[in-house]
């Protein structure tokens, strides 16, 4: 089991150019997560996705951010124009749903962190 | 909605002495229960989880977390620390959301220091 997979581990751009994170969660898993760290904020969900379907996207912050799932072995996340206040750790997390309510504890990547200057 | 509070930002303890990391969380609906663990550039770990029957949930590395319902609290403890436990501690909650699915979500976590 390779775990959660994202790249690029790291990430530095400029302010209005297009920047896209990349996730492979663990085979199996049907549920992906994205999340975003910062000191302020901590730790915020911005999307999931169940079996590919965007199940709940009200944690994206703005419309400059979007979130595909093209199949059950990828996802991008997708910052255009980005803004310096975008810095921040990205991590995709994946789980299994089992139907019921309960989704099995995430597993999680070791994040991107994007720095836009 | 579900919320989580970790009333500490940074717990600083000296090696080999014992270690409470606090959690409060509220929710309308029956709950899940999660502690995450954090070593620097890396991503969350599951430490130990509560889902149902005992309240006293065993983790991994020595570290253990006590349900109580009624002060709707999930505080981590673990007896003698090491200086390798030094981290972020995320305590998290987990509820069924309206859309049907469950969804996490996590406190500001609690920085772990722990000197010689």
């Known amino acids: 089991d390779a775990g959660v997979i994202q790249s690029p581990r790291h990430e530095v751009t400029e302010m209005g150019q297009e920047v896209t994170l990349r996730c492979k969660p663990i085979?199996?898993?049907?549920?992906l997560f994205w999340y975003r760290q910062t000191m302020m904020r901590g730790l915020e969900l911005l999307i999931y996705f169940n079996n590919n379907v965007p199940i709940d996207d009200s944690g994206m912050p703005e419309d400059r951010f979007s979130a595909k799932m093209p199949n059950a072995s990828f996802s991008t996340l997708k910052i255009q124009p980005s803004e310096p206040r975008d810095s921040a750790v990205y991590f995709c997390?994946?789980?299994?749903?089992?139907?019921?309510?309960?989704?099995?504890?995430?597993?999680f990547g070791n994040g991107t962190r994007l720095t836009v200057t | 909605a579900q919320s989580v509070t970790q009333l500490d930002s940074q717990v600083p303890v000296f090696e080999e002495a014992p270690v409470e990391l606090r959690c409060n969380y509220s929710s309308s609906v029956s709950v899940y229960l999660f502690w995450y663990v954090q070593y620097p550039n890396q991503g969350l770990q599951l430490l130990l989880k509560?889902?149902?029957?005992?309240?006293l949930v065993k983790g991994i590395n020595g570290f253990e977390a006590e349900f109580n319902k009624s002060q709707t609290s999930f505080h981590l403890r673990k007896p003698s620390v090491h200086i390798s436990d030094t981290a972020e501690y995320f305590c998290?909650?987990?509820?069924?959301?309206?859309?049907?699915?469950?969804?996490?979500?996590f406190g500001k976590g609690t920085m772990l220091l722990v000197s010689p």
């Open positions: 509560y889902l149902s029957g005992s309240t």
């Open positions: 998290a909650v987990s509820g069924l959301q309206l859309s049907g699915y469950s969804t996490l979500t």
């Open positions: 085979s199996g898993h049907n549920s």
């Open positions: 997390a994946s789980s299994l749903n089992s139907g019921q309510g309960y989704n099995s504890p995430l597993h």
